[in-house]
Each structure stands twice: as structure tokens, then as C-alpha cells.
């Protein structure tokens, strides 16, 4: 009998986003990551290294890494670095943030009472059949396929004026090739795995979402208490900059050496902040049609009971008439008029999506970070924070 690879939990709560996939399982085998745990700091370091140093290492052997006497010199070729140095250890160190933020969340189903007895167990077993998908091998074959195909389907002239560096008069470059069919297949199966992982976590959320979850209207998050949803993008902040700080070292070398226009990255960059935010929130999307149908049956429902308490009230002190005993008339959880107003307000005010302003912050500013440097590329850096500074204040 084949053996799963699915590590069992104590807790089928516990559900951790990265534990046994493929490559941590690859990487365990050599020894870049300890048997039970993720390693990330080690790994990081590692790829880093491998990506980097033989660049560097042959660039300074050619003369490539410094003199312009032939060209751009390695060192005005900010994306290689970057990528080598920042994008690849973010998107490996990513995986720590995400284990505890989605661990958390998927945590709050039950401690915040929102998986009703009954749900239990259909509950728990979503999660465990999450598991048991996320160490599945298959998903990372299609992600190494992809990857095989980029790298054969792309052109090498496409790259061509990013590894100006590494040309030389016989042709490409050690350096060139080691970008070309190192760096780049490392970055992007890392890149990969992270959108892997977001369709792994829309599909638990989905499957979550078409439970009979206990949501409360009147909740004081304005989401019917799935407000802690909003956590999500919190998951993805390295990831989101990792990302940025690819486009911004590719866009800085651009303007530096180029003289490209600020003015012509505007669409590129509102392109990439939309696409992203829209993959980042799409899992939260899924609760969209519980959130609705919660929200209009509540209206409903709250409205009959509002009418009712605002009947008696008008009954009893505008009538004069002896209405005998009425328990929504005394019911401390309702309180007096003015109280249950304040809940059918607050019904009314419950949004019909998990997704507010501590959810977009996360994946605006990591994307905006790096921007700030591509920006001050053609304008001085005190008069931008200065600007900002203002607008917030």
C-alpha cells in the first residue's frame, strides 16, 4: 500500500497551509529542511546564495561586474539582485507568515461559534481533505510542467537587454545562463507555488462557506462575524513584495539608465496592484452569497420584530391600552426602542463582503514600498515623503 505523505493532526482544527508539500519534502531529503518543522531562514539563505553568488562570481572574473567598458555593468542590473537576493528569500520566508496567519483564521470557524454541533464534523472533515490536497505531488508537477514551459516557449532574445551584462563577443555567458536556467526556474516555481496555495486556500473557504454557518447580523464587525476573514492578506505581504520589488528593480534600471518616463509605468503598475488584489481577496469572495442571503433574511426578520416591539410601545403609551404581559417589551436583549433601532441599524449596515480597509492596507503598501525608490529615481525622496506625510495627516 502506497504511503500518504499527509502528516495527521491532533487537532483537526490546526490546519497549516505549508507542511508536506513536494519541495519541502525534497528539500528534507537533503537536509536544507529539518524533518518537523519548515527551515525557512536556512533556505532562504541558501537560495540566495545558490542563485547569486556564481553571477557575481563569474561577472567579476569577465570584468562584467563593475567596468562599463564593455556595456552595463552587472551591478546597474538591479532586477538580477533582486530577484537573487530579496524576491527568492521573501517568497521561501513567506511561508512562516502564512502558516500562522491562515492557521489562525481557519482556527476562528469554530472558536468564534460560527460551525454550529451539527456542522462539526463536516467541518473537520474540509479541513482534512485540504490536507491530504496540499501534500498531494500532482499540483507541483503541473507547477514544474509550467515552469518547463516558460522557459522553453520564451525566447532568450526577450531577455536580451536584461543580460546585456552577461554577453560577450562568443555569445552568452556563464552568468547569463545561470539566470536564464537557474534564478528564473527557481523564482518562478516559488512564484507559482504561492498562486497554488491561494486556489488551495479558495477552495477550503469554499467548501466552509457552503456549511450552515451560524453568522450573527447584528455583529459589531459589520460582516456578521467573519470580519477575522479580513486577516487573509496578511498571509501574502512578502509574497506582494517580493513581487513589487521585482517590478520596482527592473523599473529603476529602466529610469537610471533609460531615461523611461514615470508616466509609462503608471498602467503596468495599476495593472499588477489589481490583478494581485483581486487573486489575494478572491478566496474572501466565496462568502459573498452566505453573507447576502444571511443579511436579507435578517432584514426580514428584524424588521417583523422591530414592528412588533414598535406596535405594543405605541399600544401601550400612545393608546392607553392594556397590552398584559409582553416579554419583547422587557426583554433586557432588546432593551427599549432606541436599543433595537440600534440593531436593525446595525443589520442594515452588514456588508455583503469580508473585505474592508485593514484587508486592502496589507496589499497596498508592500506593493507601494518599493515604488517609493522608483519614484525618487526622478523625484527627490524628501519632497515625496513629505507629500505623503501630508495626505495622511
Not at 502528516?7 to 490546519?15: A, E, M, S, V
Not at 440600534?342 to 508592500?366: D, E, H, N, Q, W
Amino acid at each position: 500500500m502506497k504511503e500518504s505523505h499527509a502528516t495527521p493532526t491532533k487537532d483537526p482544527i490546526d490546519f497549516i497551509i505549508v507542511r508536506n508539500d513536494l519541495p519541502i519534502r525534497w528539500q528534507r531529503k537533503v537536509g536544507l529542511a529539518p524533518e518537523d518543522g519548515l527551515g525557512v531562514t536556512k533556505r532562504a539563505l541558501f537560495f540566495a546564495m545558490f542563485t547569486w553568488l556564481p553571477i557575481v562570481i563569474w561577472a567579476a572574473l569577465e570584468s562584467r561586474l563593475l567596468d562599463r567598458a564593455a556595456g552595463e555593468p552587472l551591478l546597474a542590473h538591479y532586477g538580477v539582485h533582486v530577484r537573487c537576493l530579496v524576491a527568492i528569500p521573501l517568497l521561501i520566508l513567506a511561508e512562516s507568515m502564512a502558516l500562522r496567519v491562515v492557521r489562525t483564521i481557519v482556527s476562528q470557524f469554530i472558536e468564534n461559534g460560527l460551525i454550529i454541533d451539527s456542522q462539526r464534523d463536516r467541518f473537520f472533515k474540509i479541513i482534512q481533505d485540504t490536507s491530504h490536497l496540499r501534500d498531494k505531488a500532482f499540483p507541483w508537477v503541473i507547477v514544474f510542467a509550467l515552469t518547463l514551459l516558460w522557459l522553453v516557449g520564451v525566447p532568450e532574445n526577450v531577455h536580451e537587454h536584461e543580460l546585456s551584462w552577461a554577453t560577450l563577443e562568443t555569445g552568452m555567458g556563464f552568468g547569463g545562463w545561470w539566470f536564464l536556467y537557474v534564478v528564473r526556474p527557481i523564482f518562478t516555481i516559488l512564484l507559482l507555488g504561492w498562486l497554488w496555495r491561494i486556489g488551495l486556500i479558495f477552495r477550503l473557504f469554499y467548501l466552509i462557506s457552503k456549511l450552515d454557518l451560524a453568522l450573527v447580523p447584528a455583529h459589531p464587525d459589520a460582516m456578521g462575524g467573519l470580519g477575522f476573514l479580513q486577516k487573509l492578506p496578511k498571509a501574502f505581504i512578502l509574497v506582494t513584495l517580493a513581487m513589487s520589488a521585482v517590478l520596482a528593480s527592473r523599473w529603476i534600471h529602466d529610469s537610471l539608465y533609460h531615461q523611461i518616463a514615470l508616466d509609462t509605468l503608471k498602467l503596468p503598475l495599476l495593472s499588477f496592484a489589481v490583478l494581485w488584489g483581486l487573486t489575494v481577496v478572491a478566496p474572501l469572495c466565496v462568502f459573498t452569497a452566505k453573507m447576502i442571503s444571511t443579511r436579507k433574511k435578517a432584514m426580514r426578520q428584524y424588521s417583523a420584530l422591530l414592528s412588533e416591539h414598535g406596535r405594543l410601545v405605541h399600544q401601550k403609551w400612545i393608546l392607553g391600552q392594556n397590552i398584559g404581559e409582553r416579554g419583547i417589551l422587557d426583554s433586557p436583549e432588546l432593551g427599549p426602542s432606541a436599543d433595537i433601532e440600534t440593531i436593525y441599524a446595525a443589520v442594515k449596515k452588514m456588508s455583503l463582503i469580508p473585505i474592508g480597509k485593514s484587508c486592502i492596507m496589507p496589499i497596498i503598501v508592500p506593493i507601494a514600498l518599493p515604488m517609493i525608490i522608483v519614484a525618487a529615481t526622478q523625484f527627490p525622496l524628501l519632497k515625496i515623503l513629505t507629500t505623503l506625510f501630508k495626505a495622511i495627516v
